[in-house]
């Protein structure tokens, strides 16, 4: 008993020290997709303010694929010191384990919560060409073309892919599942009319929205979004049951010291409350949605309950 209280008391000491000088290098932010989505946008958002805070660079590292694995992979296998963390998509940490039907190599545990840094409902949008401009026209459509409509998605068990079968499952419906490495990529193709449908967090569609290169149907959200107030909710067209919110938070690696995670955590939460941050989560039609390790944690323990339950009911599997 004596030994096990004096490794704790020397961990918390050491972890102490390291907290006291940490970071000591530049810090690398990893980041599961290509760039161009929202997991991506809220890690750049970070970046600049954060690593001013800290006092290093902080690099911003995209490592898409494998629907989010080799992100998670490689900073599970990093060293706990706080230089590499992880920049998460809630899609990819709660859902993916649950439709995966392999190994990931990596699980919820390897991963420690540092603080949630953006939550957004889906929008759900169509290119432009495509002859639909609401829920009920999509549904209309989609029955007389079974099979015919694709969406696009982050990457199997994304929350796109789950939202989509959702839809599918709850409108009675089929349509084409077209993965993708990110939703860079998949917002491209979009563009290019390569497919027709997506379901996404707001940010990066937006500019495309209101350019009217991409037409919103939905959001999946309680209420509408404020930079898209003409856009019912999935409840107001029609879908009461489809309430899909994604979020997007910083991990790291599981043996990094509680100190050097606190740190992290209350400078984050710094960046977070000034204005300009608040102000460019809003225009993307996200929110600043700050919970420390301890809210995180509880988070995530809630939601891999919640979402394996919805994956289960809905018969979803990865592709």
Known sequence: MRQTLGAITLALLFGGAQAQTYPTKPVTLIVPTAPGGTTDI?????????????????????????????????VKRAEG??????????????????????????????????????????????RAGLPIKTMAELIQ?????????????????????VTGAMIEQQAGIQMTHIPYKGTGPALQDLLGSQVDVTFGTPPPYMAHIQSGKLRALAVTGKSRLASLPDVPTAAEAGMP???????????????????????????????????????KAAEQGAAADYMNPQQLGDLVKSELVRWAQVVKASKIEAD
């Open 81 to 126: 010191d706080g230089h590499t963390l992880l920049m998460q998509y809630s899609g990819y940490h709660v859902i993916t384990p649950a439709v995966s039907k392999q190994p990931l190599g990596w699980e919820a545990r390897d991963l420690q919560p540092v603080a949630n840094v953006l939550s957004a409902p889906q929008v759900i949008v169509v």
């Open 141 to 161: 459509y989609a029955k007389a073309n079974p099979g015919k409509l694709t969406y696009a998605s982050s990457g199997n068990g994304s929350l796109q892919h």
């Open 42 to 74: 809220a890690a750049r958002m970070l970046a600049d303010p954060l690593g001013k805070a800290l006092g290093q660079t902080l690099v911003v590292d995209n490592k898409g694929g494998a629907s989010g694995s080799i992100a998670a992979i490689a």
């Open 241 to 279: 049951k489809l309430d899909a919110t994604s979020w997007f938070a910083v991990f790291a690696p599981a043996a990094t010291p509680k100190p050097v995670v606190d740190k992290l955590s209350a400078e984050i939460a710094k960046v977070m409350a000034t204005p300009a941050f608040k102000q």
